[in-house]
């Protein structure tokens, strides 16, 4: 049975991580330099594709609102004498398009970076977003799996009913079991190259993380036995490419691990919650709960600061203190 995507609905315009400047609605000048701006993120920077596709839609939706907003295409005299009142209507607008909070910070946070470096070049100013409050930030924590639906999910027993070949099946509780077991982003564990799979007596694997940045990871006997069991079924030669191949041979795409782990949450009674990543989260949630160090955990994630991986102990004290409100004879 051949693995497919589900049909999406109306096309909506996607931004080239390094689009033209007649993507951009501005003068000529303006127009260029955001092109610019983006070729030196990707460069300089070396953002990532997804970085990259959400600046630039960022900095064009913001342009193409101040064309609307000011009556004409901003120009530099355009962007220099902008207000705190212009990027408040900006932000206004883009709540009124349905845009949450953390997708506001995001925007606003690409167009502070865009507006920079412009002002660097003598064509706008940035001082205007000092006067404006930037949305509240959410407090959301990571909804993490309990140990058992965790195990549940990376077990290719839980999907012995559905009609897909054993090595497809195979290769997803391999995907996933990287993820719960080394603490994987989804993009990470597919971009391992299959000369680089850790098996056998190979403990640990190299990876390309956030930024560009690498690091090398354990990955533990039980993940190991996971990657070995799909290689041995796999159909195709994997040599000189991906660790993880799609139906046809080709680089297995994200979307299909999200999907396989949609039918598995169905299956399984398990949230909505429960997605690729929340197998990352429960890596550090449990590894905390079972008494790991919070530096170490922040290396085995690739987090660039620990304040990042902290947000770990507020998971880990709720859970606690679920537990105890559930279990303790007086808790009530």
């Not at 795409?253 to 990543?277: C, E, F, M, N, W």
Request: charged share 25%.
């Amino acid at each position: 049975m051949r693995e497919s995507l589900p049909s999406s609905g109306p096309k909506v315009r996607q931004a080239p991580s390094t689009p033209e400047p007649q993507f951009f609605s501005a003068a000529p000048e303006i127009a260029k330099a955001a092109a610019e701006w983006l070729q030196a993120l990707a460069h300089e920077r070396r953002a990532s594709r997804h970085t990259l596709d959400g600046y630039a839609r960022d900095a064009a939706t913001f342009l193409a609102f101040l064309t609307e907003h000011l009556g004409d295409r901003p120009d530099r005299a355009a962007l220099v004498a902008l207000e705190p009142v212009d990027i408040r209507a900006f932000l206004a607008r883009r709540r009124d398009d349905g845009l949450e909070s953390r997708s506001l910070l995001r925007a606003l946070a690409a167009i502070r970076n865009f507006m920079r470096y412009l002002e660097k070049r003598g064509l706008a100013r940035t001082d205007v977003f000092g006067a404006v409050r930037a949305p509240k930030r959410p407090h959301s924590l990571p909804k993490a799996l309990t140990v058992a639906a965790a195990r549940d999910l990376i077990d290719p027993d839980s999907r012995a009913g559905e009609s897909r070949e054993p090595w497809v099946l195979a290769r997803d509780a391999a995907v996933m079991a990287l993820l719960y077991g080394a603490g994987l982003r989804i993009s990470e564990a597919l971009s391992i190259e299959h000369a680089m799979a850790p098996i056998g007596a190979q403990d640990r694997v190299t990876i390309l993380g956030k930024g560009g940045k690498t690091r090398t990871v354990p990955v533990i006997e039980p993940v190991r036995r996971a990657i070995e069991s799909y290689l041995a079924l796999c159909p195709y030669s994997l040599a000189g490419g991906p660790l993880f191949v799609g139906a046809r041979g080709g680089p297995l795409s994200p979307r299909i691990v999200q999907l396989a782990v949609a039918r598995l949450r169905g299956a399984l009674g398990l949230p909505d919650s429960a997605t690729p990543h929340a197998l990352r989260h429960s890596f550090a949630t449990h590894l905390l709960g079972r008494g790991g160090d919070l530096r170490t955990i922040q290396e085995l994630l690739g987090h660039a600061s620990l304040s990042t991986t902290q947000i770990y102990t507020s998971v880990d004290s709720q859970r606690l203190l679920a537990a105890f409100q559930s279990a303790h004879p007086r808790a009530d």
